[in-house]
């Protein structure tokens, strides 16, 4: 069984930056798409970036520019590295791990932007 979890998150003023990282166990970590998705209070959760098992990467447009998502096979992590922090990058990040039919989140993680 997959299992996710998130680290990294906390408050952090508008202009700031962010690393999130998320520790991958309980499978082949090379053949698993890993994503960050986001959920704001009230809102549905969406996608923010993606990082294929081929190494493709598809970021959102309101992130795109200022966020960077990455792997480390050697760890078994990803990576979100989150810059220009806007308090419209408030919510609460999930890890995201697909493979075929099979799909597993982490349990999130707060990023909260505000003065």
């Known amino acids: 069984q997959v299992q996710l979890v998130e680290s990294g998150g906390g408050l952090v003023q508008p202009g700031g930056s962010l690393r999130l990282s998320c520790a991958f166990s309980g499978s082949i970590f090379r053949v698993y798409d890993m994503g960050w998705y986001r959920q704001a209070p009230g809102k549905q959760r969406e996608l923010v970036a993606r990082?294929?098992?081929?190494?493709?990467?598809n970021y959102a447009d309101s992130v795109k520019s200022r966020f960077t998502i990455s792997r480390d096979f050697g760890k078994n992590t990803v990576d979100l590295r989150m810059n220009s922090l806007k308090a419209e990058d408030t919510a609460v990040y999930y890890c995201?791990?697909?493979?075929?039919?099979?799909?597993?989140w982490g349990q999130g993680t707060q990023v909260t932007v505000s003065s």
């Open positions: 990082i294929f098992s081929s190494g493709s990467i």
């Open positions: 995201n791990a697909r493979f075929g039919p099979r799909e597993f």
